[in-house]
Structure formats: C-alpha cells, structure tokens
C-alpha cells in the first residue's frame, strides 16, 4: 500500500495548481522542520506515563531523609529507651526537642535544649486554641523550686515526665494499695517533686521511710528559713502544724525506696 | 500572427533540455523532501501512539518498578489525614518540613502550616493567624523556632482552635490543569509532583491552587509545594511533619491498606475536606473542621 498510495497521492498533487502544491509543500516542510525540533525539546522520559517527564519521579525520590527517627536514634542511645519509651513522652521523637541528626558521634552531639522553659511551653504554656487534654502550664503561676535559674527539668524528667503519675521505671518497692494509708490532703504539692509514692526524683530526696520525728524536725527547719531549698522554704510556710503532724505520719508509713541502680 | 509566434517560442522554450531538467530535478528533489517529511512526521506521531505507550509500559514493568527498584507506584493511594481536635499548634510540623525539605529559610515560604482560630466573645467573626504573622514571628525569635504568640491570654475567648494546612494533593488538581509545560502532574500513588527542571516559573499553578498551598521560589524562578516527602514515603517512611507529630494530629498513609493509620482515620470519624465545592478532590481528609475553615 505504502508506495502506491503515496505515487497516487504525488499525482494528485502534481494536478494541482501550482500556487496550491507549493502551499502544501511549504507545509509540510514546517512540519518537517517542527517535528524533527520537537524531537529535540522533549526529553525522551516525557509522555512516558503522561504529560510529564517522568525522569522527574525517581529524581524526587532520591534525597536522603533528614529525620532519622527516634528507631534510629535508639540505636546508639539505648538507654534512653527505658525511660523515654515509656513514659508519657513516648508520642515524642527524639528529634522534635534534640533538633535533625547531625551525624553524631563523628560530627558532634544533636543539640541539648539551653532554654527547657523555653522548648517545653512550645506544647505545654496555656492558650486559648489548646485543646484541654493537653497538659498546660501558666508560665506565670507555676512554681519554679530554683528562683535563679529556673528550669523545667529541675522536676521534671524531660525524658519521662510526670505531672502526678509515678514515674514507671523508678524503682519502687511494690506495696498492696490497701495497706496504705489516706494521703493526707498537704501531700498533693509533696508528691508534685517527690514522686506520688514520695519516693523521690532526681535532686530530691525521697520522703518515703523517713522517720517522723526526722520529718518533722526538716520540715520546721524550712519553716524557720532555715535550709537550701528557697522552695521548700516558701512550701513549709504554708503548712500548719497539723498539716506537718498528718505528713509526717503519712510518709513514716510508706515503705522506703529501694537504693538507686548504678549509675550507666 | 503574434499569437502564433508566441506558441512557437514556448515550444522552443520546452524544449530547452538544460532548463528543463533544472526545473524538473527542483521539482522532484522537493518533492521527495516532502515525502520524506511527511513519512518522517508520521514516524515521530507514531512514537507516542498508544500501542507504542503500551509496550514501553510493559517494558518498563518487566525492567523494574517505577520510580525506584524498591517502590512500585501503581501499588500505592497515599492520603493524609488530619484531626484538628488533637492539634495543640507547637509548630513542630513546620518546623520539620522546612529543615528536611531545605524550604527557603524566610517566615514566607511554607509547603505546610497552622492557622489559628479564635472567636472572642461576644464576637461571631474568627481572627485567623498563622505562624507567618509578624507577632509570630517576633516570637519565634532569631532561631526561627516557630512558635504561636500567647496574645489571647487574657482575652474572653469564646472558642479557638488550630488546623494544620498544607497541599492536599488533590485527585483534580487545578494546579496541573493549567500547568502550560507538564512541570506539574499527579503521579501514580496520588501525590502532585513539581518537576523543577521544566518549572517555567510562570506561576499560574500558585494562582489556580484554591488552598494557596503552592509558593514561588524567586531565587530559582520554580514554584514549589509540599510534596509528601516523596523522597521519605518512597522508602517506607512517613512524611516529616507526621514523623514529628506529637500529638497524632497528621496521619498519613496508603488507602489500598485498610489498617495504614490514614484508613482508619477516615473509618473512625466522619470527614471532610477543605473547599469541597472547588471540585479539585483533595486527598487530604479532616476531623472536626469548623464551618469557618477553608
């Protein structure tokens, strides 16, 4: 069909007129010359899977991640896992606080939080569009136990943290819940540093095991002003006699912690 | 008689075998070129005839899978999911993207963001403002940790709220629609790509997106968008704003998996997409969106 239909198609054209053949020739000459250009332009991944140049996809899909993943972070860092796993924070990739992996060891740490205050109200300070189950704080009427360098850390285990609940990897000797007695009500702001079994956390000690008369001679101490702690000391102002009698009596009954793990 | 005389010169013209040939050899010689043209035309409209797609499909999928040897496209729905009710507006999510997408560094240029929603009291208006505000930013500080200023704190605030925003990788996507040069498209697994290399940077994709989700990059004249981290879910890892999501507000993961986090996001709860009346299809579906939030 090939040839003869073009010879065929030739004669029809030589019948023309002429003012209409070299019309035609001067078209097809541009189709020529546009298609042989086209060629050319388009690159040969386009129109591959559609109007696209699909060399484009594996292009984008070959940068290297930046965020590693807490997965990745966990795998030199072990031991954070323990507590950073199971604590409320879990929901917290390493990354969002200690910022993208630099390449540590060979290339430096990630980075340390200076500012905790700072860092931790990003999720924790209290607004108005926060919805209520978040845990917020009014930076202005939370108690910081250290005036001068005011830290979140200084109670709270950013690893872990606690507002009320005990800190699930302390270890605590494990007591029936019957056998305990009532938590006097002065103990809620105890428990708030000390831990809920008032096993103690971080700088402070536990109050667990601590013999009353023990308890009570300290705490009249902070009473007096008298002490290192300037929030034990603005604490103890508040309590009353009584309120220190009922404390004392509550943390005599407790059982003491066990001693510390070794330190890693 | 001149008539006569006329006819006879022509015959002796024609007969001039050395301008006849001439004339007859252009002749032919562009003729031929014609038919080469022709022929050569057909040959390249051929190359993109569906048989011949269909073979370089199949080709490619006996090769390997597209885009990389380890993630086949066509075996992926990607969607993203966000529940408004979770957000606590820490800014993190913006945060990450820009650090893992290299997003020009100014408080101008975010494939994604949060808005906030406030209704004082006594008000039936929202004010609406996102991290790119100027208080915003002043109180993001040098370190461009973006952060929401606590402006509202003593204000009577009726109801607030914060939502996420970002492209929602529609399934009609305006954006591609009038994209002139094919810079822009949907791929396979659902996610709209912008391909930089052939960005005119025209702009007219910034101006069709109903979601304002595309930006201009002045320094290289191409725009861009979020683009899911292509380059994380590609290897089985999520985009960056969902990897450092504290709360579980952004879900992101494969409709042809009933247990990926995004389907049961959408099985859970009742939910919606923005501007659904523009016709784009967004991919991106929500929980508790406000009747004000579009």
Not at chain 2, 7 to 32: H, P, Y
Not at chain 2, 221 to 248: F, M, Q
């Amino acid at each position: 069909m090939g040839f003869g239909a073009f010879a065929n198609f030739m004669q029809m054209i030589k019948k023309l007129p002429k003012h209409i053949s070299r019309l035609l020739l001067l078209i097809g000459l541009f189709l020529v010359v546009a298609l042989v250009t086209r060629s050319f332009l388009i690159d040969p991944s386009f129109y591959q899977h559609g109007h696209f140049r699909a060399d484009a996809v594996p292009e984008l899909a070959a940068a290297e991640p930046v965020y590693k993943g807490s997965g990745f972070c966990i795998g030199c860092h072990e031991q954070r896992k323990t507590d950073w796993s199971a604590g409320a924070h879990a929901v917290v990739q390493c990354e969002v606080c200690h910022g993208k992996y630099l390449g540590c060891p060979e290339n430096g740490k990630a980075m340390l939080p200076v500012n905790t205050i700072r860092l931790c109200t990003m999720c924790h300070e209290a607004m108005p569009a926060r919805p209520a189950q978040q845990p917020q704080i009014v930076l202005a009427e939370h108690p910081f136990p250290d005036q001068e360098k005011p830290e979140c850390k200084t109670c709270h285990n950013p690893h872990s943290p606690t507002v009320e609940e005990l800190r699930e990897s302390e270890p605590v000797a494990v007591v029936a819940a019957d056998t305990l007695s009532e938590p006097p009500a002065a103990a809620s702001k105890c428990l708030k540093c000390h831990g809920k079994m008032g096993q103690g956390r971080r700088n402070n000690p536990p109050l667990a095991g601590l013999s009353a008369e023990k308890f009570t001679e300290l705490m009249n101490q902070f009473k007096a002003g008298l002490g290192d702690s300037k929030a034990m000391i603005r604490y103890a102002k508040t309590l009353s006699d009584e309120d220190i009698a009922a404390l004392a009596r509550y943390y005599e009954s407790l059982p003491a912690p066990l001693p510390e793990p070794p330190p890693e | 008689m001149n008539g006569q005389g006329d006819i006879n010169r022509r015959v002796e013209l024609k007969k001039d075998k050395k301008r006849t040939q001439r004339r007859e050899f252009l002749c032919n010689t562009s003729k031929a070129l014609a038919g080469l043209g022709v022929a050569a035309g057909t040959g390249s409209l051929l190359a993109n005839s569906p048989e011949k797609k269909a073979d370089k499909a199949a080709m490619a999928a006996k090769a390997a899978s597209f885009p990389t040897k380890d993630y086949d496209w066509t075996k992926h729905r990607w969607a993203y999911g966000i529940d408004t009710t979770k957000c606590i507006g820490c800014l993190r999510c913006v945060k990450a993207c820009k650090v893992e997408n290299n997003v020009v560094g100014d408080a101008n240029h975010f494939r994604t963001w949060v808005e906030r929603y406030v209704y004082l009291e006594g008000e039936d208006h929202a004010h609406v403002d996102s991290h790119a505000d100027s208080q915003n930013i002043a109180a993001a500080g040098p370190g461009a940790e973006y952060r929401f200023d606590n402006r509202y704190k003593d204000e009577k605030v009726n109801r607030a709220f914060f939502v996420p925003k970002m492209c929602n990788h529609c399934e009609r996507p305006a954006c591609v629609q009038v994209c002139p040069v094919g810079a822009t498209f949907r791929a396979e697994d659902g996610t709209v790509l912008i391909d930089h290399d052939y960005c005119i940077g025209c702009r007219y994709c910034v101006q069709a997106c109903p979601y304002g989700a595309r930006f201009f990059i002045e320094e290289e004249g191409v725009s861009d968008k979020c683009t899911w981290c292509y380059h994380r879910i590609t290897k089985g890892l999520n985009p960056a704003c969902v990897e450092v999501c504290p709360t579980g507000t952004r879900v992101f993961g494969d409709l042809n998996d009933p247990e990926s986090p995004v389907s049961k996001l959408i099985k859970d709860n009742r939910v919606q997409v923005l501007k659904p009346e523009s016709g784009n299809a967004p991919m991106c579906f929500y929980v508790g969106l406000d009747k004000d939030v579009s």
